[in-house]
């Protein structure tokens, strides 16, 4: 079964801390996207990831993928109350689907 | 900027009413996709598509059905709304082996 497994779910974290959304992902893939989305609004494309060993950085946020460990993790660096959101990754399984993980609900409480 | 666009953003309909939601991109992608998402659940696919007239099943298309005249439009069509079927809709389109998909903004829909 194809699955994308994303943790925690909910996550409420301290401004100014530093941690990490881990996406574990069940068969292989190369290609991982994660995605932001703020209450009652769409998804934000934030990282595309397209092999292994690959890194993005936008601001305090920095997503890497290790294929081998079908792993992805997005790490807040410093966080600050705008990253407040629900945050997901997507697994590109080669089967012309995503696959989405269940999303992790982060709170920056000051 | 590519534009993704959904009909309604709130909708509410009766239970065995025909429903309609309706998505339009405006970037010539071939791929289109509509998804719902539900609390705990992330988003599941219900149905997709990579060319005019051309549909494929997702992950849960009970109760569902689209249709794709145009390149620009995909329609997911509720046949007779049923309460389970109160949710959030996404239409994403885009998404090819090297890009990631664009979303419209949801249509939130209630069946009473």
């Known amino acids: 079964e194809l699955k994308v497994e994303q943790n925690p779910l909910f996550l409420s974290m301290q401004e100014g801390k530093n941690y990490t959304i881990y996406c574990n992902y069940s068969?292989?893939?190369?290609?991982l996207y994660w995605y932001r989305q703020d209450p009652g609004k769409s998804l934000e494309s934030l990282f595309v990831?397209?092999?292994?060993?690959a890194v993005k950085q936008e601001g305090r946020l920095m997503a890497s993928l290790d294929t081998k460990a079908r792993l992805s993790t997005l790490h807040i660096t410093a966080a600050v109350h705008d990253l407040s959101a629900t945050y997901f990754c997507a697994v590109d399984f080669g089967n012309e689907k995503l696959t989405f993980g269940t999303g992790t609900r982060l709170t920056i409480i000051p | 900027d590519v534009k993704v666009t959904q009909s309604s953003r709130y909708l509410v309909k009766r239970t065995g009413e025909k429903v309609f939601l309706e998505c339009v991109q405006d970037?010539?992608?071939?791929?289109m996709f509509w998804y719902r998402q539900d609390p705990g659940l992330g988003l599941r696919l219900i149905y997709f598509?990579?060319?005019?007239?051309?549909?494929e099943k997702g992950d849960i298309p009970e109760g569902y059905s689209v249709s794709r005249e145009k390149k620009e439009r995909f329609s997911l069509i509720l046949e007779s709304a049923s309460t389970n079927q109160t949710s959030m809709y996404l239409c994403a389109s885009g998404w090819t082996a090297n890009t990631e998909a664009f979303f419209g903004q949801g249509t939130r829909l209630t069946v009473v």
């Open positions: 990831l397209l092999s292994n060993g």
């Open positions: 970037m010539d992608h071939e791929n």
């Open positions: 598509s990579y060319d005019v007239k051309m549909k």
């Open positions: 068969t292989t893939s190369d290609r």
